[in-house]
């Protein structure tokens, strides 16, 4: 019997989901910024300084983005380590990743950008001080086997940081439902000429595990001291575990 797996509301072969939110991805990459800031208001950017502000991190350490799209959260870590630090910025999409590539040039740094899948991350154990994944955990076919990925890298005493879509306030939930998929997905067409990648957007923040759901999971990864904190209503949510 194959595996399946969700991809938005619909059911795929596990093996094909990678290639299905590839598409999606490879299909925005050159206006996500813009789309970001449209769909959000801007908040996307409080968001990313408020995960940053969480990370504790120092000159000199080492972060592992995994994911890092365009580069927001790369850029924010690379002022906090300092020029004795490093960080690694990655993604499993080549357009995405060339595009925070070149935005982290273009803000003055100088860091490896790998591309590589999050379930099978290429680096030792116990590298990284900081793991971080902004947006991205709730496209990934195995979050379990991710997140233990990302908590293996970690050094002890080491951190990771989840900022991802969750579960709204309930009493918001329906003006949130339709916006998200109304206003949505017609600013998608309008912006990037493609509307059901950013159907795709609505659905899976419905699928992906709500905030007790995910602290869960992240335990189970191996993760200790695991708490969260819900940005705008719960519209994201930022967990944050430690390697003991």
């Known amino acids: 019997m194959t595996d399946t797996t969700d991809f938005g509301f619909e059911k795929v072969p596990a093996d094909e ?24 208001a801007g908040l996307h950017r409080l968001w990313k300084r408020f995960t940053v ?25 690379a002022k906090r380590v300092g020029p004795t630090g490093g960080v690694v910025l990655t993604d499993i999409n080549a357009a995405m990743l060339k595009r925070g590539r070149d935005r982290v040039i273009d803000a003055g740094n100088v860091m490896p950008a790998v591309q590589c899948d999050a379930e099978h991350l290429p680096f030792q154990d116990s590298s990284f001080d900081c793991v971080s994944v902004a947006f991205g955990l709730r496209n990934m076919t195995d979050k379990l086997r991710a997140l233990t990925e990302m908590h293996r890298v970690l050094r002890p005493g080491g951190r990771l940081l989840v900022l991802e879509f969750s579960h709204v306030w309930q009493p918001l939930q329906r003006l949130y439902d339709a916006y998200s998929f109304n206003v949505i997905p017609r600013l998608g067409k309008l912006i990037t000429d493609d509307s059901e990648s950013y159907r795709y957007l609505a659905e899976s923040i419905r699928m992906h595990p709500d905030q007790e759901q995910l602290k869960t999971l992240l335990e189970q990864a191996g993760l200790e001291r695991v708490e969260y904190f819900n940005l705008s209503a719960g519209v994201v949510a930022l967990h944050r575990g430690y390697r003991l």
């Open 17 to 40: 989901k990678a290639g299905r939110v590839a598409g999606v991805f490879s299909s925005v990459a050159s206006r996500y910024d813009l789309m970001n800031d449209l769909m959000s």
């Open 53 to 77: 502000d969480q990370s504790g991190l120092r000159p000199g350490q080492r972060v592992l983005d995994v994911a890092g799209g365009t580069g927001d959260l790369a850029i924010q870590f």
